[in-house]
């Protein structure tokens, strides 16, 4: 079985200041790992995906994340926040095995302070 | 393109009555994903439809909850009876069939109240 850990529930980070959003993932096979992010009253969004090669995935809005197999981990990084970067961030794996139904992990909110 | 349409985008019901919502997939798009999101949860997936056939629907309350896609296009979510535990963001998601990318583009959600 797939699934999703998100440790955080909760970060606040001062705008300018850098942001990590860790992910823990339990696959039996290569995951397929993405980051969305979804504002309020919105759907969600896609940030980035890792299927294959790199381990360190650039994403739009200036995110980044790093698959470490070692670790089961796949954290989403972004060197400063802005303002408009406050949302809840949602880490999900699937994979072309069951045709992508995502799992997703809990969320993690974020809250930017000025 | 245009996204993933979805209606309405807020509902409030009382328990015990019915509601239905609507979806529209990114055109082209073969693969449609119904998910249940509860506040504070991730979404949790209810049912998957591959053209106009049930893919899995492991996962949907098949008691009070049906879907459809009639002709592999637009989808729609009932449930009947509604619970106060029903109270969600109900998200549609489509994907183009391929076996590479795997981006699944969502709508903006429909909203429900059960009071």
Redo the contacts between chains.
């Keep these: 079985a797939q699934s999703v850990t998100q440790p955080d529930i909760h970060i606040t980070v001062s705008e300018g200041a850098s942001l990590e959003l860790r992910c823990n993932y339990s696959y039996g096979a290569t995951p397929y790992l993405f980051w969305y992010v979804q504002s309020p009253g919105q759907g969600l969004q896609l940030l980035l995906k890792y299927f294959s090669g790199d381990t360190l995935v650039q994403g739009i809005k200036g995110f980044e994340a790093e698959f470490k197999r070692s670790q089961s981990s796949f954290n989403l990084r972004k060197p400063s926040v802005h303002w408009s970067d406050a949302a809840e961030y949602f880490c999900a794996v699937g994979a072309p095995e069951n045709d992508y139904k995502l799992s997703f992990g809990a969320g993690t909110t974020v809250t930017v302070r000025a | 393109e245009a996204g993933?349409a979805q209606s309405p985008r807020y509902k409030i019901i009382e328990k015990r009555q019915s509601v239905a919502f609507w979806c529209n997939p990114i055109s082209g798009h073969a693969?449609l994903?119904w998910y249940q999101q509860i506040l504070?949860?991730?979404?949790?997936?209810l049912i998957?439809f591959?053209n106009n056939g049930v893919?899995?629907d492991s996962q949907l309350p098949k008691d009070r909850f049906s879907a459809e896609r009639l002709k592999g296009v637009d989808s729609t979510l009932k449930i009947q009876p509604a619970k106060l535990e029903d109270s969600a963001v109900y998200?549609c998601?489509s994907?183009i069939r391929d076996?590479?990318t795997?981006?699944?583009?969502?709508?903006?959600?429909s909203r429900l109240t059960v009071l």
């Design positions: 993933v693969t994903y504070g949860q991730g979404p949790k997936l998957q591959q893919v899995d998200l998601a994907r076996r590479i795997g981006e699944l583009f969502f709508g903006e959600g």
